[in-house]
């Protein structure tokens, strides 16, 4: 059709959008490392249900077989072991909410 040049000639590559795609494409890797999870496995969360988990069991079934064993040397067979059974109860309380006014570890 016509001879005439376009208004505008396309514009070659510029050092600096080349410059500022890189610290682009840097900082975006930089700041996909920092929001990783750093914990691989089981996170803190699964860690302190599971403590929380042994600390009541431990203490229940602690407090029973201390009971029991006082029952079978003293002959007092319901009562050491149903004081031995609350003590080991409020052990394990005492333990979780220790456990739950802890402050958390540095992740880092």
Known sequence: MSDEKPAR???AEDARIDALENRLKAAREREDERIRPKIK????NYRSGNRVLADLLGGIFGGMVIGWAFDALVGT???????????????????IIRAANARPADPE
């Open 77 to 95: 067979l319901p009562w050491g072991l149903l004081v031995g059974l609350f003590v080991g109860i409020g052990v394990a309380f005492r333990n």
């Open 9 to 11: 000639e396309s514009i």
């Open 41 to 44: 496995g089981a996170d803190a």
